[in-house]
């Protein structure tokens, strides 16, 4: 893996305002993401996961500005991505892509796989006629539809092939950076797995770097190198994928990895089952996010939001459970007895 981060992002935010009142003045803010940053480097598959409303959606649509944040910093090669006009933004967005669940609301249903595939090509003014031909033709092997399907217009496609034409659609303009928005959450099991080993394939090939963005523990390890957990808009764990499996640290990462079915049948797991749901993002509790649903919250917990801090090397986490990490100057076994 290349040393220099091909994408950073710092202390990124989202807010949105709430509006009441016979004037609609703003009386408050949701805060969607709220201080989030991580990097990835060049040809990594960098995950995020959280329950749905984490806030790991919404960093994806700021990080290409189809939402505009609120504050913070999006580094790509070096260049801040916020500080571009919108017109200047447009033509680097061929470097930055982003694949969505639902293909088919992303699709024109008028338009034949052809045409929609070469819409981004005539878009961004990339090729001349013959050669978009050609390109057409190129990624449309790459992603596994044939000539005869590139006439054949989206309604007449399954959901896998589907996402296969939305695939080629982003990665026509060769793209540096594909975002995965639950790519493959609407996909049968089987039809998952292939479109897995396809983007798996197509990354190392074309020297793609992901960000992954999932519900799904069990996807999310099987296709990353690093993983960040969300909750409530902020980033409550962060390391490599298999640290995180195999020595999770977070309350919340904890409970739910423990979620998934073991594979080994002679080691016990034991379920850790949050009390109730995640809180309104628009009135967040006081202190640290999770502390209304986490088993082991004390006092400090409700005054205090614990710092995202590095307790292990490459290893962060928020929580007050490992501040005296740096007194100590070793991580606390608190989770031998959930493993
Ligand atoms: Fe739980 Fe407290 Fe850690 Fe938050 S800071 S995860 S409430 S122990």
Known sequence: ME?????EVKGLKKYY???SGVFRRTTNYVKAVDGVSFSIHPKETF???GESGCGKS???KTILRLQEPTAGQVLFKGNDLLDYSKRDFRRLRKDLQMIFQDPYSSLNPRMSVRELLREPILTHRLAGRKETEQLVRDIAEKVGLSKEQLDRHPHEFSGGQRQRISIARALILKPELVILDEAVSALDVSIQAQILNLLMDLQEELDLTYLFISHDLNVVKHVSDRVGVMYLGQMMEMTDTEELYDNPLHPYTQSLLSAIPSTDPFKKKERIILKGDVPDPANPPSGCPFRLRCPKAHERCVIENPAFQEVKEDHFVACHLYDRVEEAG???DLVGSLR
Not at 3 to 7: D, M
């Open 47 to 49: 995950s995020l996961v």
């Open 17 to 19: 305002p709430q509006k």
């Open 330 to 332: 070793e991580v606390p």
């Open 58 to 60: 919404t960093t994806g």
């Open 3 to 7: 040393n220099r981060a091909i994408l």
